[in-house]
C-alpha cells in the first residue's frame, strides 16, 4: 500500500520498533502470543479498514450530521453502522482485554498505534469504540464478577457502546457541583434522577444497547467531590439472560450541533426524567460501582486513559492535515524563485518557497513529535503493568501521572497549530470545503476542550503532579531526561548542542516550581499555570525530539534527514519560547489576579 495521506506507517514502525523496542513486550507473559508479525499485522490491517471504511465517512459526517428522526431515534448515516462492523468483525474492540473476557491482550502501546489510523480516518466514528472500550475497563476494574459479565463482555464482543457521563448543564467540568441523584432502593440498585450534558455517544442505534456510566450523589453524602458516586445505568435493563429489555428511563433531550467532531453524537440526556421504570416507579435504575462516595476515584481510571487518548485523536487530526498540506506544496504551483527575474519562466511548486517549508517543517515537529510522545506515554502504560520488576512498575507509574497533563494538552494546542498551519499552506483554497483541511481544524477544536480543558491540566501539572510526595514525579522526570542529555553528549555533534539548551531549560522548570510555590498562596502559584504547561510541555517534547535524533544518527535517507531537520527546527525556534514562559511564572505575576472584571 503506498504511503498514506492519513497517517505515515513508515514513522509509526520507526517510534514503534527502532525507537520503543515493542517488541520486546512479547518476552512478558502477559504478551508472549505475540509477535513482530502479529503486530505489523496488526497495523497493517488497522490501515487498511480505517482506509477503505472509516475515511469515506469522515466528509459525509461533517455535511449530513447526526439529528433526531421524527421518531425521536437518532439517525446516521448508514456507512457508519458499516464502518463499525468491519472494525468489530476484525476483533478491534477486544485488543486490549484479558484473554479470560474474550480479549487478545495486545500491549496499550499497540492498541494507541492501532487507533491513531481511525481517528485519523475518521475522528468521528472512531470515538463509538474508543468510549466503549474505556467504560468496559472501568467496569472490569471497579466492577463486580456480575457487573462484569452482563455489561462489559457485550461491550468487549462489539455488541454494546458506553459512556461516562459526568458533566451537567450548571456544572461543566466543575463535578463538585453536579445535583444528579441516586436513592437506593430495597433491592439494592439505585434510582437516579438528573441531567447530563456533553454526553459523547450518548445515544444512537449503532448496537443493541448503550451503557452509561454516571456520577451522582447519595443522600446525605459529604459534600463536593468525596461525596460523589458511580452508577452503572444502561438505556435497556438486561433480562434474565442478559439481554437488552425495557427502556431505562433514560431519555434524549437533544443533541448538540458542534463546531467540528460532528460524526459522534454529543447529547443532552435526562435520567428519571422521562417516564416511570418497571414497577411503576419514577428513576432510571442504576446499579453501584464499587463503594459510595468513591465515583470520581473510579471515574479518573477511565478519564487517564482518555486523556492519552485525546492527545492521540490530536495528533491524529494534526498529522493527517501535515500530510495533506505537505502533497498540496508538493503540487501545487505558484510564484518563482527570488533569484528568477524572467516572468516567461514556469512557477514552481510552493515547497519551494522558504516560508512554505518552514510551515511545514513546523507542523513535522509538532505532529511528529505529539505522536512520539503518545506512544511513549502508551508505553509507560504497558511498563506500569507488566514490568518484571516492581520498581520499574512503579517508575512508569509516577512518569506516567507527571506526564498525563501534558500529553493531554501539549497535542491539543499544537497539533491544532499545525491543522492551522495546513489552511495556511493551501491559501484561499485552505479556507473553503473544497479542501478538508479546514475540517480537520474544526475536528481538533474541541481537544484542548474535552476531558479537562488545557487550563485544567495547568492547573494539575502545577497544582498536584509536580509537587505530589514532594516532587517526586517532577525529580524523576528531571533525571528521566538527564538520562537522555548525558547520552546526547556522548554522541556529540548537533545532539550534544541541543542537550546544553535541553538541560538549561530542565533546570529552569525546577527552579519556577519552587519560586511558584514559595509562598504557598494558591492563587499566586496558580494564576499562570497555563504558561507552566505551556513550558513544561515544550521541554517534554524538545526531550522526545533528543531521544528521536539520538536513534536517527547518521542514518542515510530522506526518511532520517527529516528526523534531523524536526529536531534542529525544534530546538532552534520552539525551545527558546520556553524562558519566556518561565521568567512569567517565575515574577508571580498578578495581573490576572488584581484584575477588576469590570475592566473587562
Given at each position: ?5 492519513i497517517?505515515s ?14 517488541e ?32 469515506p465517512?469522515?466528509r ?22 458499516d ?13 486490549g482485554?484479558?484473554?479470560?473476557h ?7 502501546t ?21 468510549l ?63 441531567t ?23 443522600p ?28 431505562n428511563?433514560?431519555s ?9 467532531f ?17 414497577g ?11 463503594d ?12 487517564n ?17 501535515y ?36 510551515m ?15 506512544l511513549?506515554c502508551a ?39 499545525a ?15 473544497d ?25 494539575d ?41 535541553l ?13 511558584a ?19 513544561a ?33 525544534f ?20 495581573t ?9
Amino acid at each position: 500500500m503506498a504511503e498514506s495521506r492519513i497517517m505515515s506507517s513508515r514513522n509509526l514502525d520507526f517510534l514503534l520498533n527502532e525507537w520503543l523496542d515493542v517488541e520486546a513486550l512479547t518476552r512478558r507473559a502477559r504478551y508472549a502470543e505475540h509477535d513482530r508479525e502479529t503486530f505489523d499485522g496488526l497495523l497493517e490491517l488497522s490501515e487498511r479498514i480505517a482506509t477503505d471504511m472509516f475515511a469515506p465517512m469522515a466528509r459525509a459526517l461533517d455535511v449530513d450530521e447526526p439529528h433526531v428522526g421524527e421518531d425521536g431515534k437518532v439517525v446516521l448515516l448508514p456507512g457508519v453502522a458499516d464502518a463499525l462492523a468491519a472494525y468489530n468483525e476484525a476483533g478491534f474492540p477486544s485488543l486490549g482485554f484479558d484473554a479470560e473476557h474474550g480479549g487478545a491482550q495486545v500491549p496499550f502501546t499497540l492498541q494507541q498505534a492501532s487507533s491513531i489510523w481511525f481517528q485519523a480516518a475518521s475522528v468521528g466514528v472512531s470515538a463509538y469504540p474508543s468510549l466503549a472500550k474505556g467504560n468496559a475497563h472501568l467496569i472490569l476494574t471497579h466492577g463486580t464478577a456480575e457487573q462484569a459479565a452482563t455489561y462489559a463482555t457485550p461491550v468487549i464482543e462489539g455488541r454494546w457502546y458506553g459512556t461516562m457521563c459526568l458533566s451537567e448543564p450548571q456544572a461543566g467540568s466543575s463535578l463538585t457541583d453536579i445535583t444528579t441523584r441516586a436513592v437506593r432502593q430495597e433491592d439494592g440498585s439505585y434510582r437516579l434522577t438528573g441531567t447530563k450534558m456533553w454526553i459523547s455517544a450518548g445515544d444512537h442505534e449503532l448496537g443493541e444497547n448503550i451503557v452509561h456510566l454516571v456520577l451522582a450523589k447519595t443522600p446525605g453524602a459529604p459534600a463536593g467531590v468525596k461525596g460523589i458516586s458511580l452508577f452503572i445505568v444502561p438505556k435497556l435493563l438486561p433480562d434474565a439472560d442478559g439481554a437488552p429489555g425495557e427502556r431505562n428511563d433514560v431519555s434524549l433531550v437533544g443533541l448538540n450541533h458542534k463546531m467540528g467532531f460532528r460524526g459522534t453524537t454529543n447529547t443532552l440526556l435526562n435520567f428519571g426524567e422521562g417516564f416511570a421504570t418497571p414497577g411503576g416507579q419514577a428513576g432510571a435504575v442504576g446499579f453501584l460501582v464499587g463503594d459510595e462516595h468513591h465515583g470520581l476515584s473510579y471515574m479518573f481510571h477511565m478519564m487517564n486513559a482518555a486523556r492519552i487518548g485525546v492527545g492521540a485523536g490530536a495528533v491524529a487530526l494534526g498529522y493527517t492535515g501535515y500530510l495533506h498540506a505537505l502533497d498540496y506544496a508538493k503540487t501545487r504551483t505558484q510564484g518563482r524563485a527570488l533569484d528568477d527575474k524572467d516572468p516567461a519562466s514556469p512557477p514552481v511548486a510552493i515547497i519551494e518557497h522558504a516560508d512554505v517549508r518552514r510551515m511545514l517543517l513546523a507542523s513535522k515537529s509538532y505532529v511528529e513529535g505529539g505522536l512520539a510522545l503518545v506512544l511513549y506515554c502508551a508505553r509507560l502504560v504497558d511498563e506500569a503493568a507488566t514490568a518484571p520488576e516492581e520498581a520499574d512498575r512503579d517508575r512508569a507509574r509516577r512518569l506516567l501521572e507527571v506526564l498525563t497533563p501534558v500529553v493531554k494538552a501539549w497535542p491539543s494546542q499544537w497539533c491544532l497549530a499545525a491543522n492551522d498551519l495546513a489552511i495556511q499552506v493551501h491559501g484561499g483554497y485552505g479556507y473553503t470545503r473544497d479542501y478538508p483541511v479546514e475540517q480537520f481544524y474544526r475536528d481538533n477544536r474541541l481537544n484542548p476542550i474535552h476531558e479537562g480543558t488545557n487550563g485544567i491540566q495547568g492547573l494539575d501539572l502545577l497544582g498536584r503532579k509536580v509537587v505530589a510526595d514532594g516532587g517526586a514525579g517532577l525529580a524523576l522526570l528531571a533525571e528521566t531526561i538527564g538520562a537522555t542529555i548525558a547520552r546526547a553528549r556522548t554522541a556529540g555533534g548537533d545532539a550534544a548542542s541541543y542537550a546544553d539548551a535541553l538541560e538549561g531549560a530542565l533546570g529552569r522548570i525546577g527552579e519556577v516550581t519552587a519560586i511558584a510555590w514559595a509562598d504557598r498562596d494558591p492563587a499566586v502559584a496558580l494564576a499562570n499555570a497555563t504558561a507552566y504547561l505551556e513550558a513544561a510541555g515544550h521541554v517534554v517534547v524538545a526531550w522526545i525530539w533528543l531521544e528521536q535524533l539520538l536513534v536517527a544518527g547518521e542514518q542515510d535517507g530522506a526518511f532520517y534527514a527529516g528526523k534531523r531537520a524536526a529536531a534542529r527546527y525544534f530546538f532552534t525556534y520552539e525551545l527558546p519560547t520556553v524562558a519566556p514562559k518561565l521568567d512569567l511564572v517565575a515574577a508571580c505575576d498578578r495581573t490576572t489576579i488584581d484584575l477588576d472584571v469590570d475592566a473587562l
